[in-house]
């Protein structure tokens, strides 16, 4: 038996595009991940399935199919719209069903920022709202690397029953995403101040990178400076970096380093937070270290070794 999107957003058959929107407005904000982070797995479930449901009956073409020949027709790919929209419909002989991305429908809704882009700017156009109020997150790289869960306390100003201003402590739980950049927003709709006369602002948490001792972020790759002496520049190292995740990788250098010469790791940088199961690369430069001082003998020794070779 088929899903039921209908009994998913609590919609009756008849339901117009307008109760659709609500619907999904209503239970995807209930069942964000982000916002459960007691029950992630449960809430990732549910969210999809609104996302999926949404997407179905928010589309003429996927909702007709679907009142007719449930779920399993439509994604059987075997049926087109009975009656296309007009005449330049380019369906065919059947309808191939692809699911849009949960994120990408929930962003549409509640304006969800990323990196400083304004992925939709419908949520600001909806209304007079207060004041958005934006603070730092300042987060790790191992954060940022594997990703992580706050609870962040935050006080607001709320109005009671009166309308009278209120101040309102309350705890959110925010789920930092791997491969997270610095600059990318968060943002909690109506979880800022509420002034009278206007709804409640937006809150937004925009991610900031904490230095770290060892590696340097740009972009999807990580820099690493490695200093070494002169003898391993010429003769060969073997390396152990101890990764963000907490690994230890072995990097062989086996060829002559020059000052300021690097080596590239690959697939050992940030996660690319858009492309699961893809990093950046791990950039090592090297920084040589000459002695101070030789002595005759040594120097004399170095004339012999390298003269033939220069």
Known sequence: MGVDYYNILKLSRNATEEDVKKSYKRLAMKWHPDKNAVNTKEAEAKFKQISESYDVLSDPDKRQIYDLYGEEG???????????KDKDSTYGGAFK??????????????????????RNSAAAAAGRKA???????????EELYKGSKRKMQISRIDLDVSGKPITVEEVLSIHIKPGWKKGTRITFPEKGNHE????AGD????V????????????????????????????????SVTTLD??????????IVKPGQEIV??????????????????????????????????????????????
């Open 74 to 84: 439509l994604k059987s790919g075997l049926y087109p719209p009975p009656s296309p």
């Open 97 to 118: 069903f692809s699911p849009r991305d949960a994120e990408d429908i929930f962003e549409e809704f509640f304006g969800v920022l990323d990196g400083g882009r304004v």
């Open 131 to 141: 004041a958005v109020v934006e603070t730092k997150l300042p987060c790790t790289l």
């Open 196 to 199: 009278p006369g206007s709804a």
């Open 203 to 206: 809150l937004i948490f925009i």
């Open 208 to 239: 900031d990178e904490k230095p770290h001792p060892t590696f340097k972020r740009n972009c999807n790759d990580l820099i690493m400076n490695q200093r070494i002496s002169l003898l391993d520049a010429l003769t060969g190292k073997n390396l």
């Open 246 to 255: 907490g690994r230890d990788i072995a990097v062989s250098v086996s060829e």
């Open 265 to 310: 790791v690959e697939n050992e940088g940030m996660p690319i937070s858009k492309e699961p199961g893809k990093n950046g690369d791990l950039r090592i430069k090297f920084d040589v270290k000459f002695p101070s001082r030789l002595s005759a003998e040594q120097k004399s020794d170095l004339r012999r070794v390298l003269g033939k070779s220069m």
